[in-house]
């Protein structure tokens, strides 16, 4: 009889981004050696409001590839008041006791991490030395929460420090998504075994074509989030355009603000699509030069996911957010680098790339150093061993 592990999140498709889809891997990988259960509420990211078919249920089970997926009611919201915030956390965390009540847990669980206080409801209702919990944390909260100045530092800080300290040192395995994660986790604690879990991509590559050498400009793209954290609506207004455009995929808190600069600079090559399907991204995205992935300011343990689902379609990238990521674009050759923060210095560097030399031999030799040093599956066998 198979062992049971259940996965607990925040994010889960049919939701969108790199939370959702890493977790989605993690369990669909995992089902083959365990039966596997999800726990995640009912689904709202990134809109901030239950979707359709989830609407006016207090919760739902349901089985998806291979996994067990319950979804528990929480209040959602995007809304940027604190306490609107803290109260939708507090309305899952409450969902999650209500559901440890009532249901047997397995003896191995993964926690999410962030968000903070749900971890810390899972770590404080679920921990016993007869269960193994797994703590897989893939932002440094509350420390990110303040370089981002989503946080100050005061009371709310120093509580959500205590609570980061708690999650570490009760955890008897944690997945960390950097090294750099892994090292800030190894000074506050030494109890639970560490192991580097990188967001790696599982789909099907498509085969890469020579790119239509009719447009000398060189076509720049971003895909994903429009918040605060990636600066993108700065990035629209400090770009030089001589020779580029610049394609934007994605929501969010920007998308409006960036909408609105578009209709009222029309001479500009900028354009925005909102957000597509996976697979209909990863379509539209082999058909640009570059995919830049920025960051407004360096956030020590970040390591953005786009560097290894653009490897593995291929795409050179202009990483622009410093830190772990920029040495993996350099140590893999995976395309270039412009100081966070430093904008003279990305436009000088987006000056030096020419659209004709985006040719299929580099695109190759991106793909192959993904499949080489990026695979999923690679990774996952090494997880499998020490779970």
């Not at 991509?201 to 009719?214: H, L």
């Not at 580029?244 to 929501?251: K, L, P």
């Amino acid at each position: 009889m198979m062992q049971e592990l259940m996965i607990i999140t925040s994010y889960y498709p049919p939701e969108i981004g790199a939370a959702a889809n890493r977790i989605c891997h993690l369990a669909e990988g995992l089902s083959s050696d365990y039966k596997v259960s999800v726990v995640t509420p009912l689904p709202n990211y990134p809109t901030g409001k239950i979707f359709t078919n989830y609407r006016g249920k207090s919760s739902s089970k349901s089985y998806e590839n291979g996994v067990t997926v319950h979804r528990l009611w929480l209040y959602a919201s995007v809304s940027k008041n604190k306490f609107v915030r803290l109260f939708a956390m507090l309305s899952y965390s409450f969902s999650l006791m209500w559901f440890f009540i009532w249901h047997t847990i397995p003896q191995k669980v993964v926690v999410q991490s962030p968000p903070l206080l749900v971890a810390f409801t899972c770590m404080l209702f679920l921990r016993s030395k007869k269960r193994t919990l797994i703590l897989n944390v893939s932002d440094l909260w509350p420390s990110a929460g303040l370089e981002l100045g989503a946080l100050k530092n005061g009371l709310t800080y120093n509580t959500l420090k205590k609570l980061e300290r708690y999650n570490y040192k009760n955890a008897d395995l944690v997945l960390g998504q950097s090294q750099e994660i892994l090292t800030h986790i190894n000074k506050i604690t030494t109890t639970p075994e560490l192991f580097l879990y990188r967001n790696y991509p599982e789909f099907n590559t498509s085969k890469i074509i020579p790119k239509d050498s009719s447009n000398k400009k060189l076509r720049l793209v971003y895909a994903g989030l429009l918040g605060v954290a990636q600066g993108i609506l700065r990035l629209c207004k400090e770009l030089e355009y001589d020779g580029i455009e610049f394609h934007i995929y994605g929501s969010g808190a920007e998308a409006s603000d960036i909408e609105n600069f578009i209709n009222s600079n029309k001479n500009l090559p900028l354009f925005f699509y909102g957000s597509l399907k996976r697979e209909e991204l990863h379509q539209a995205l082999i058909g640009y030069d570059v995919a830049i992935i920025p960051l407004l300011n360096r956030i020590y343990g970040s390591v953005p996911s786009k560097i290894f689902e653009y490897s593995k379609l291929g795409l050179p990238m202009l990483y622009f957010g410093g830190g772990e990521g920029e040495k993996i674009i350099s140590t893999y050759n995976l395309g270039w680098i412009a100081r966070e923060g430093d904008y003279v210095e990305l436009n000088s560097t987006l000056k030096k790339i020419k659209s004709q030399k985006i040719s299929v031999e580099l695109r190759k030799d991106i793909q192959n150093s993904a499949k080489e040093h990026f695979d999923f599956q690679h990774q996952l066998k090494r997880l499998k061993t020490i779970l």
